[in-house]
């Protein structure tokens, strides 16, 4: 009884001074900058140095920190500032201007500046906070509660928000009810598979070797998908905590974070998480005071995508190629080193602490009774607003895409949604109505993979789309099974010479046919799923296909060699230079009425010229097939003579 | 590639240096091993995956199967500056072949190849996570998000102009 008191007591002496470090934050002026590497990429770390340097000039009494992402992409860079007296602003589309203006505007003269504001932290009575936006009926945040709004270098932060208060209460209970809890919580892996998280930690709990280990898989090797990248970035010591009750449930000794190297900041605050933790008494010989000891070190991955696979990931830890290997033995039970492992994806172990500290119930609460829970998904492509969302399970694809992402950009319509990344598949927009979570979308056939959501609009060709996940799993295919390493070689032949418009009538039941061999014969999902593009593009969009193999014309002009960039004579204006400037290799002439044309023997389609050409004119066309503009041209001139 | 005898034994020097840090008996701590030799180095010369392969006492082909394995290693040394440039889904479909190409075409080398004056290597990479800001370039550590074949000039011109006012400044 006693080791159960001092757990949540020790936690309780390093909450209070990190509260009161917190509650004197707050009574000053604080900015927290979305400084991820998502706003790092559009300049939020200039932003955040002219608001240093600015408070500082103006000896304004502020605190600027680098924080996560909230996951309003779409509006990078973005600040919040929490000003005494008024509610925390959040600004968007920030620049270095803008950022001086606001400390001059704001924080000197006490003028808000709210039509720069997005949203408001907090309700009140001027600014609509983010609740009210239509995407506010939608979402609901679990894991992302506080991303974005703490500094992910500080575990006084996190601690001031609550954080740690999950494993303390892990350390009051017996390992076995940890995991009895998280069973009954129906947490599922949010990996991509979906494996019941309890049950795994149950497999691993129970074996009879003592020398264990939990590992976090941070290797997001899924290209579209960017959460786990945003949630170490944002919310390091949440991941570290779920990582640490799952130790204790499980009883490892040692964890690991096997993070790609293509994500250097999330390496980074990671391993910065780990020494505050260590130095604070939460991890090392004595975590929080008690007799359980854990030890965490961070591996970094190294570029293979097979090895977010858990037997692959496991083989590169212990310093072989990622290859896959059979299952059973499942790591539970053999994994690193021939030791029980468990591996844990980060969203999974994200969900831990909350389990703990709210119960299973207040877990199923949410989602679906198969899927319970939120899920994060990531949303990009051609939608307006870009960025995280954390939504219930069981949400349609419309609100995603309608509510969320406030519907396509531009003027063109919606075409599909591409899910689940390589392994997963496209929907077409005559399905939005689908709820998503692990069965809906297995059934719909796409999966649910690791949750990025890319939005396909009237302008990209699904042919093109297939062609592009089958080179990239037959580029990261290990090499280990014949039907993976040769199928998906010959399948991308197959649509790579379709999409150059030399595509025979026979290439689509061959690909059928291969599909089928290649989810047969490989060992791992990599292999069994990466067919799944091809054939969901097959089943929804098949008169795509044939109009690049018969008429060799592609539909969403996309395909470069199917097509050819014209300029419109009647639509150009002659004094207009724009596109000929823009001409990276002056294929651009002015014929003798001034009117510009483009040599299509000199054009390398890079779409500059569509580009430059003013809004007022868009005078510059993709037509499809490429003989099409010289059968143009070849009319203006006959009409002129 | 051939070395000249100083550059070997500059680069043995310091693989063994950094294999010193390292039990000899753990192959899991290979990949870190690695990692780091690269990370000094730039590259993995074929002596440094020998050094390693006595240190760990493995055959040197088993290493060579591991640094062909993953992307991330390189047998070639890279340019002063590395250029990469995102092929994820987002970046793909929102023209990040054109920016691949407009690279190319500035830099006049073709993906995978290093500049003759060793000042720029070019490379794709999968996805870097930014896909909200596609599509993405990235040179060094610097992300660049929303590029276009213009920005791409500039951002090489930029370099260009920085260099030559670092060797106008160089006299002194």
């Not at chain 1, 809890?181 to 598979?193: H, Q």
Request: glycine share 10%.
């Amino acid at each position: 009884m006693n080791a159960i008191k001092t757990a949540a007591m020790v936690l309780e002496e390093i909450r209070a001074e990190a509260l009161n470090k917190w509650s004197s934050l707050r009574q000053r002026t604080l900015i927290a900058v979305g400084a991820a590497t998502c706003g790092r990429a559009v300049g939020a770390l200039e932003v955040a140095r002219v608001f240093r340097e600015e408070t500082e000039r103006l000896q304004v009494d502020a605190t600027v920190i680098e924080a996560g992402c909230i996951g309003h992409c779409y509006a990078e860079p973005l600040a919040f500032i929490y000003k005494p007296g008024f509610p925390g602003i959040c600004y968007g589309y920030l620049n270095e201007g803008l950022a001086s203006r606001l400390v001059r505007d704001f924080l000197v003269d006490g003028d808000p500046c709210v039509e720069f504001a997005l949203a408001a932290d907090g309700v009140n009575d001027f600014i609509p906070t983010f609740q009210d936006f239509p995407r506010g009926l939608v979402e609901k945040k679990i894991v992302m509660e506080h991303c974005g709004l703490i500094d992910p270098e500080n575990i006084e932060h996190y601690l001031a928000v609550g954080g740690y208060s999950g494993l303390a209460a892990a350390l009051a209970l017996d390992p076995a009810e940890v995991i009895k809890e998280v069973k009954s919580s129906g947490l599922r892996g949010r990996g991509g598979a979906g494996f019941p998280t309890g049950s795994k930690w149950e497999l691993c709990g129970g074996a009879a070797e003592k020398n264990r280990y939990v590992i976090c898989n941070g290797d997001e090797g899924d290209p579209g998908a960017f959460m786990d990248r945003t949630i170490l970035e944002s919310n390091p010591h949440l991941v570290v905590e779920g990582l640490t009750i799952a130790a204790y449930a499980v009883g490892a000794g040692k964890g690991y974070f096997y993070i790609r190297a293509e994500y250097p900041l999330a390496v980074e605050r990671i391993r910065k998480a780990l020494k505050q933790a260590e130095k604070y008494g939460i991890l090392g010989k004595s975590v929080l005071g008690t007799g359980f000891s854990l030890d965490v070190e961070v591996f970094q991955g190294s570029g293979a995508f097979v090895c977010g696979e858990e037997t692959a990931l496991i083989a590169s830890m212990e310093g072989k190629p990622g290859l896959p290997r059979h299952r059973p033995p499942f790591p539970s039970e053999a994994g690193l080193f021939g030791k029980p492992t468990v591996i844990n994806n980060v969203k999974t172990l994200s969900y831990v602490p909350y389990i703990i500290r709210n119960g299973a119930e207040w877990f199923k609460g949410t989602g679906t009774p198969g899927s319970p829970g939120t899920a994060i998904f990531a949303l990009a492509g051609k939608l307006v607003n870009t960025g995280l969302a954390e939504v219930p399970m069981g949400t349609t694809l419309r609100q995603i895409i309608y509510d969320v992402g406030s519907g396509i950009a531009g003027n063109s319509s919606f075409k599909a949604v591409q899910i689940g990344g390589p392994s997963g598949g496209c929907l077409p927009g005559e399905t939005p109505d689908t709820p998503i979570d692990f069965d809906s979308l297995t059934r719909a056939g796409a999966m649910m993979g690791s949750g990025g959501i890319v939005v396909l609009d009237e302008n990209d060709c699904m042919v093109e789309m297939a062609r592009f996940f089958l080179d990239f799993t037959q580029k990261e295919s290990c090499g280990k099974c014949t039907f993976c390493r040769l199928g998906t070689k010959h399948m991308l032949g197959i649509l790579e010479r379709i999409t150059k418009g030399e595509g025979r009538p026979e290439d689509m039941d061959l690909l059928l046919e291969l599909a089928e061999d290649i989810r047969a014969g490989s060992l791992c999902s990599l292999g069994k799923t990466a067919p799944n593009p091809v054939l969901s593009t097959l089943k929804y969009f098949r008169a795509e296909y044939e109009a690049h193999i018969r008429e060799k014309r592609c539909p969403a002009l996309m395909c470069k060699d199917l097509i050819a960039y014209y300029i419109l004579p009647h639509k150009c204006e002659r004094s207009c230079d724009a596109c000929v400037g823009s001409c990276p290799v002056e294929a651009i002439y002015s014929n003798e009425d001034r009117i510009k044309v483009i040599n299509q023997e000199k054009c390398v389609k890079c779409n500059s010229c569509l580009v430059a050409c003013p809004p007022q004119y868009r005078a510059v066309i993709k037509v499809s097939p490429p003989d099409q503009a010289a059968g143009k041209e070849k009319e203006n001139d006959e009409q002129k003579s | 590639m051939m070395l000249s005898a100083e550059e070997k034994k500059e680069a043995v020097e310091k693989t063994r240096e950094i294999l010193a840090r390292y039990d000899t008996t753990s192959r899991g701590s290979l990949i870190p091993a690695l990692q780091q030799i690269q990370g000094v180095l730039g590259y993995l010369p074929a002596e440094a995956m020998q050094e390693a392969a006595d240190h760990f006492s493995i055959p040197a082909v088993d290493i060579y199967g591991v640094v062909t394995f993953y992307n991330q290693f390189r047998l070639t040394p890279p340019g002063k500056h590395q250029v990469k440039v995102c092929m994820g889904t987002a970046c793909h479909m929102k023209g990040g072949n054109i920016i691949m190409e407009s690279w190319e075409r500035v830099l006049k080398i073709k993906v995978g190849e290093t500049t003759p004056d060793r000042e720029f290597s070019l490379e794709r990479v999968a996805c870097v996570g930014c896909c909200t800001m596609a599509p993405v370039a990235l040179v060094n550590e610097t992300v660049h998000g929303k590029m276009t074949p213009t920005k791409v000039d500039g951002l090489y011109f930029a370099h260009q102009l920085a260099n030559q006012q670092k060797k106008e400044g160089m006299p002194e």
